[in-house]
């Protein structure tokens, strides 16, 4: 699990424009780390660009109905997570490993007219929300998450070492919720909800759901709903 040094960004020398790459099948979420194969010419030269600029990337999701336009500029979801590149290898065959830290929240405002191989955008950062005056709330859905937790360790025997150390850390609230949602294999669309949530309590309810839907359908060796570690991630 990276830590919060790690997961340190400066807000004030970030231009808010930021590299985009859309994936229909990735959904990035700060304070985890992704594993990226990189191949198709423009995602290298985007990766190329950001080893020579500020080392950023967003991951964007691309939105239902991409299929049609994939080598054009289809639709994303608004919602997107800026990383950090923390480490990459460039193979014999010119593609790159990559590893990417989730950083960030941020909205897509607008995207730039296409003056480079890849696409970007205006973005604009967002913080997690903590309502006021809920302390006790707080500290109630950081209880029933820990619970639900402890539940689910049999059906993830490979993450029990990461979950364990989640378990005995004094996560915030935030932190927790975004690591678990980025661990669990849920619906694209429900996982991007997760992202786009700002408000931490609300987030954590949507985690809560979802959790003891699993926790239902199931059974003892199904671990259809529940994947982890997060697969190696192909553009």
Not at 174 to 200: F, N, P
Request: charged share 20%.
């Amino acid at each position: 699990m990276p830590t919060f040094d790690e997961a340190a960004f400066s807000i004030e020398t970030f231009s808010g424009t930021a590299r985009l790459f859309p994936l229909p099948n990735l959904v990035l979420f700060p304070y985890v780390m992704q594993p990226l194969h990189i191949f198709e010419p423009r995602y290298r030269a985007l990766l190329e660009d950001a080893l020579a600029g500020d080392g950023l990337i967003a991951m964007a999701v691309l939105a239902p109905g991409w299929q049609t336009d994939y080598e054009g500029r289809p639709p994303l979801y608004p919602t997107a997570c800026l990383g950090r590149i923390t480490a990459h290898f460039r193979l014999a065959d010119g593609t790159y490993n990559v590893l990417l830290l989730g950083l960030r929240r941020v909205r897509i405002v607008r995207e730039l007219a296409p003056a480079r191989h890849f696409r970007e955008a205006k973005v604009e950062l967002y913080e997690d929300f903590h309502p006021a005056h809920q302390a006790a709330r707080q500290a109630a859905l950081q209880q029933a998450l820990r619970e639900a937790l402890v539940r689910i360790l049999p059906l993830l025997p490979e993450a029990r070492e990461q979950l364990d150390q989640l378990l005995g850390e004094d996560v915030p609230l935030g932190m927790l919720t975004d690591i678990v949602s980025y661990m669990l294999d849920m619906e694209l669309a429900e996982k991007h909800a997760l992202l786009a949530e700002a408000d931490v309590h609300r987030r954590a309810e949507l985690l809560l759901a979802h959790l003891s839907r699993a926790a239902v359908d199931l059974a003892p060796t199904d671990s259809a709903a529940l994947c982890f570690p997060p697969r190696f991630s192909h553009n």
